[in-house]
């Protein structure tokens, strides 16, 4: 994942990486953020999230990343925008790195 979030910064011009150590701690925050706080924003949002047909999970991705950006220092993002693409960038890393490993197929 902290590679993913350091080839996102990279490809992104948005978003802002210092260095890869800080990919690392902003992977750990994200995993933490995820477990933590945006099951309690779905939960909030479940109206929204239904009219919307889960579209609006994109929109909660996005707030949680907006809020690693706060919280980890040398991680900048500018912007919901930015925030949006680099939440469905890093989602589809994440599922390609899935799907490679649960058809067990190498990458």
């Known amino acids: ?3 993913a ?3 996102g910064a990279h490809l992104l011009p948005g ?3 210092q260095d890869f150590l800080t990919s690392i701690v902003v992977a ?3 995993a933490l953020l995820n477990i933590i706080v945006k099951p309690v924003l ?3 949002t479940i109206p929204v999230t239904l009219i919307t047909l889960g579209l609006f999970l994109l929109v909660i991705n996005a707030v949680v990343v907006i809020m690693a950006g706060k919280l980890v220092p040398g991680f900048e993002v500018n ?3 930015w925030a949006l693409l680099f939440s469905v960038f890093l989602s589809l890393v994440q599922w390609l790195f899935n799907r490679n490993k ?3 197929k190498q990458a």
């Open 1 to 3: 994942m902290s590679l």
């Open 79 to 81: 912007g919901f925008w």
């Open 28 to 30: 750990l925050v994200l």
């Open 102 to 104: 649960t058809t067990g």
């Open 42 to 44: 779905v939960l909030l």
């Open 15 to 17: 978003i802002f990486v």
């Open 5 to 7: 979030v350091f080839a």
